[in-house]
């Protein structure tokens, strides 16, 4: 995990170069945001580098920073014009996107999947656009530029292959020149805001039966004297960011995961864009008993970490669903992403999303036996969402799609 890629290539003209930097420091924030929307605030510069900068992102981790920049050649002033995340990787956590089954499988036909080269935002299983372009220029172009170079990274590395995770379907429709394998292997779960004034307003279209259940639980907590805090990014403090890493490391703990982030990189986060957080902290008669995190950015609010120190029934429901879309009717927020994996989800008004990922090989024989296996699982999952969509816990199920949503 030594490697780096370091060109200077050129791409159709000689207008037009892109380069690999190993450290999101060697960009400036300025211009790397520049490209990146309001909607993915984990894409943001300052997300990146708090990874970097506390270590949880980092060749020691197994995760080596190979970042495209694509720009104008310095004889036209050097302007930016697209960036990808990437990252050069000997394994395969923390992505979410699972390929375990792939590498051994792989090794059995005498196959080295690792290292593997990855785009995606590190421990974060949210879908959004990789392939960023900046703004004023020609974004179908640029995207399929950066298509391009993670090809040739992988090439010229001699790694087995490219993986670009949970992009967006524009990402696809541009990954899809590079010829190779398009996947959907996982669930996300959403909430749509529709006009609701209230969450009165939002519960009366659920079901009879999931909105008494709702009710319920939220009385149920209520009764064990827990209040909930909505404290925004501006006003978070040290006392509450240690906090927030205790409740998470308390949720490691509880189901056996592996703990990819520290109270460094929630403290650095947490001060260079305060302005995308959002804490709701639960409080047991004044005293702190739970947190949810979530980042907000644009339209979006999209849920990440959680844990309690104290075990309280309903409080993860509460935590988690009830009070982040209270707070997005509040607020006028369009979309709350919960995340991936949980059907109980479904019966708290959110509804699943297929999530797209796109896969390159070196080696066609690898690739194809690769496709195989993606062409079978595609089928299984779309039937699965399928079958989730039955049991939404709306009223009318058939008015509610997720092709409505980013």
Known sequence: ???????????????????????????????????????????????????????????????????????????????ILGVAPMYLKGHSLGEYIFDWDWAAGLQQYGFNYYPKLVSQIPFTPVSSSKLLAAPDTDASNVELLLAQAGQEIIEALGVSSMHW?????????????????????????????????????????LSRRKRKNINQERKYVDRQGISIEIIEGEEMNATHWKFIERCYTETIRKYGSFKYLSYEFFRIAGEMIPQNFVLFLARQHGRPVASSICLQGGSNLIGRYWGSVEKILHLHFEICYYSPIEYCIDQGLAFYNAGIQGEHKLSRGFLPRLASSYHSFNDDELRDVIREYVNRESKQLKAYQQDLMKHSAYQKTGEFSCSNFP
Not at 37 to 59: D, I, M, R, T, Y
Not at 166 to 176: A, H, N, P, T
Not at 184 to 205: H, V
Request: hydrophobic residues 30%; aromatic residues 10%.
């Open 165 to 205: 995770l949970f992009i967006s379907e524009q990402d696809r429709k541009s990954l899809d020149a590079s010829k190779g394998i398009s996947r959907k292997s996982t669930i996300e779960y959403i909430w749509e805001n529709r006009g609701y004034a209230s969450m009165k307003d939002f519960l009366s279209q």
């Open 1 to 79: 995990m030594d490697a780096s890629f370091k060109p200077n290539t050129r791409l159709h003209d000689d207008q037009i170069m892109w380069n690999v930097i190993d450290s999101i420091d060697q960009i400036s924030s300025s211009d790397w945001n520049s490209c990146v929307s309001l909607e993915s605030p984990f894409l943001k510069h300052q997300f990146l580098q708090a990874l970097e900068n506390s270590g949880c992102v980092s060749p020691k981790t197994g995760w080596l920073p190979q970042h495209i920049v694509i720009r104008n050649s310095k004889r036209n002033g050097g302007r």
